[in-house]
């Protein structure tokens, strides 16, 4: 099956500490999208990358890093700098600039 | 810069009442605009979408959305809603011209009462 996998479902970060969500897609898009969302406040765009080795920060990059160095990856680590990580994080992509997107399942982060 | 405005947060309807969820956008350019659906414990889909042409579009599930560019809205519209409409409703807007950047509404919530 064709699709977009965020992995963790449920990820719980410590004081200080760095955590990663994964997002895979094997639907062979270009484009790859992070967003936060937060009850109230819709999708906020963190980081966006239209094709591999290149990203684009978004409305809240600040304290979010990403990296794509293949086209069917795009983890997003957040980091310590992040000092109000919890929400639910949604992966997306798209084929190319003018399509419709496509959502993973999501990944819910806590602070412990 | 764009933005883009769902002034309902938070609807209750009883089956079988009409639906309209208010949509506008802030984009004097060319638009690609999108309704998209969250039910509960599912991922977010594509319920209808609007590149160009005619601006009355038709989507899953009964939905239609009409794009006046005069009003910059896209509102969302269902004659007679189900209860398994229950679900959070997204508004996004895409510059059509060589953005790949959406700009997503806060979302309406909707809770239809059986």
């Known amino acids: 099956d064709g699709g977009i996998t965020q992995s963790p479902k449920y990820l719980f970060r410590k004081e200080g500490q760095n955590v990663t969500l994964s997002c895979e897609q094997n639907l062979n898009h270009d484009a790859m999208y992070w967003y936060r969302q937060d009850p109230g406040q819709g999708l906020r765009l963190i980081y966006y990358s239209q094709i591999v080795n290149d990203f684009q920060k978004g409305d809240i990059a600040e304290g979010y890093s990403v990296s794509r160095e293949k086209k069917e990856s795009f983890p997003l680590t957040v980091t310590s700098a992040q000092k109000n990580p919890t929400a639910f994080y949604l992966c997306a992509s798209t084929l190319g600039g003018l399509n419709i997107q496509y959502f993973g399942a999501g990944t819910r982060l806590s602070v412990l | ?114």
Do not use: M
């Open chain 2, 1 to 114: 810069a764009q933005s883009v405005s769902q002034h309902n947060h938070h609807v209750i309807l009883s089956e079988a009442a009409s639906l309209e969820l208010g949509c506008n956008y802030s984009y004097g350019g060319t638009v690609n605009l999108f309704w998209y659906v969250q039910y509960p414990g599912q991922h977010l889909q594509l319920l209808l979408k609007y590149f160009s042409g005619d601006p009355l579009v038709k989507g899953i599930k009964g939905f239609e959305a009409e794009f006046i560019k005069s009003k910059f809205s896209f509102n969302l519209r269902k004659p007679s809603v189900q209860w398994s409409d229950t679900a959070e409703y997204f508004c996004a807007v895409k510059s059509g011209s060589g953005t790949y950047k959406y700009i997503f509404g806060t979302g309406t919530r909707l809770k239809v009462l059986a």
